[in-house]
Each structure stands twice: as structure tokens, then as C-alpha cells.
């Protein structure tokens, strides 16, 4: 297959995060002179998340590897039912079935730390006196619920550079699931104190994944963005074949 013909490879961050999230990431997907583009997800809502992930997909000519890390998984789990789409990739994430919203798989295991750490911060919405909810993180909890085998220094700026998700997009249910249709592959991070990894496994094994397990933090692509780069290479291949 010519590279022209490789599937370019879309990395969708998650909450509380912003694509340099896959920063570790990027310089080997390109060695591998792959095409990589990581747009910034809006976190207003898992629908309006997916609609506009979907649009940026369109708009790439040929196929698409489609990688979602965290609320990420569920962007993608709606966005990846585009037709250019050739398979997914799951990272810390969620994978949700049709009708299912983010805060009903969650609620069917114990909490993680993560729910005692969140904050929630009133934010304007345009044309309506009602204020939306901003959900975010503790500052001085982040590095070690998020990113506990992630350089110190760089833990503590991801802890004050947080793009909040709005409350909304817990609630909202999925009306698609892509890995229905699509080769999908899934990283469990098993030492994840963000997400409950059985949330994790739980959605892989429903959708017949190809999964592996990572001793890592949620943030498996700055922790060990090799093993990360080299699953994203498995999936490529997958959809080149």
C-alpha cells in the first residue's frame, strides 16, 4: 500500500486534557511517516464532541485511524461511525453501547479516586440565563490520580492546564457505537486510578477488542508512549491490510 493510501492517524484527547496530551506521542507516529493530525475536542458535550470530531474526519481525504483516549473513547465510539473511518483505538477509555451515557457504564462499578477530586465550576452559555457546569479536577490531586508515573514537573503543569468537560457531557447517551462495524483495539491502563481499569475491560471485552494491558497511570501515552505508538502501529496495519 502506498503511503498515500495509509490511513492518517486522528488522536482525540480526553477531559481535563488538550492534545499536547499525545506529545509523547506524535514524534514516533510520524517516524513511521505516518500522517498525524490531534484536534482540540470542545469537552461541551459528548454529542456536539462527536459532531465536530466526525466533521474533521470528513474533511481528511482517505482513510482514518481514529484514536480516543479517556472521555475520548466515547467521542469516538459515536464520531468513528464516518465512512473513512478503518478502525479504533481505545486508550484509557471508555467504550460505550448504543443508548449508553458515560455516567451509566461508569455507575455500574465502585468509584475511582477521581470522583472525590472533581470540582464543579458554573460557566455562561450563550442565549440562555441557565449557567452550564464545568468539571474539572483538584490541582494539587491531579499528578497523582491522573499521572502518577508521569515526570513530576510535568504532572504539575498538566494539573493547572486542565480544559475543563461540561457536566452535560456525562449524561448525554451515545446513539452510535462505531466498534459495532469497526476493527477496534483497546489499552487497558492497570494501575489507572481515573477511570476503574474493569470499566475499561468491561467495554473492550463487549465489543471483542483486541486489548492489552499497560501497568500504567491514566495517561499511558505520556507514560509509556512506546508501547502506545507501537498498538496505534498495530491498528494502521489493520486497516492497510
Not at 496530551?21 to 514524534?27: E, F, G, H, K
Not at 481515573?194 to 470499566?199: H, L
Amino acid at each position: 500500500m502506498s503511503r498515500s493510501e495509509q490511513p492518517t492517524v486522528v488522536l482525540v484527547h480526553g477531559a481535563f486534557a488538550d492534545a499536547s496530551s499525545y506529545a509523547a506521542v506524535i514524534p514516533g507516529l510520524l517516524k513511521r511517516g505516518l500522517k498525524v493530525v490531534a484536534p482540540a475536542v470542545p469537552n461541551r458535550s459528548l454529542l456536539g464532541d462527536a459532531a465536530y470530531i466526525a466533521s474533521v474526519v470528513r474533511q481528511i481525504d482517505g482513510p482514518v485511524v481514529l484514536v480516543g483516549h479517556s472521555y475520548g473513547g466515547a467521542v469516538i465510539t459515536v464520531a468513528g461511525v464516518e465512512d473513512n473511518v478503518r478502525a479504533l483505538v481505545y486508550l484509557s477509555g471508555y467504550a460505550l453501547e448504543v443508548g449508553e451515557s458515560l455516567g451509566e457504564l461508569q455507575g455500574r462499578f465502585p468509584d475511582s479516586d477521581l470522583a472525590a477530586a472533581l470540582v464543579y465550576t458554573p460557566f455562561p452559555v450563550e442565549g440562555s440565563d441557565t449557567p452550564g457546569t464545568d468539571v474539572s479536577v483538584e490541582p494539587d490531586k491531579f499528578p497523582a490520580i491522573f499521572a502518577a508515573d508521569v515526570d513530576p514537573d510535568l504532572a504539575r503543569v498538566l494539573a493547572v492546564s486542565q480544559r475543563p468537560l461540561a457536566a452535560q457531557a456525562f449524561a448525554e447517551a451515545a446513539p452510535a457505537a462505531a466498534w459495532k462495524t469497526k476493527p477496534s483495539f483497546g489499552v487497558v491502563s492497570s494501575a489507572d486510578r481515573t477511570i476503574n481499569p474493569d470499566v475499561e475491560r468491561f467495554g473492550y471485552r463487549r465489543a471483542g477488542m483486541t486489548t492489552i494491558e499497560v501497568d500504567s497511570s491514566h495517561l499511558v501515552m505520556l507514560a509509556h508512549p512506546g508501547r502506545v505508538v507501537a498498538f496505534i502501529g498495530e491498528a494502521v496495519e489493520a486497516a492497510s491490510a
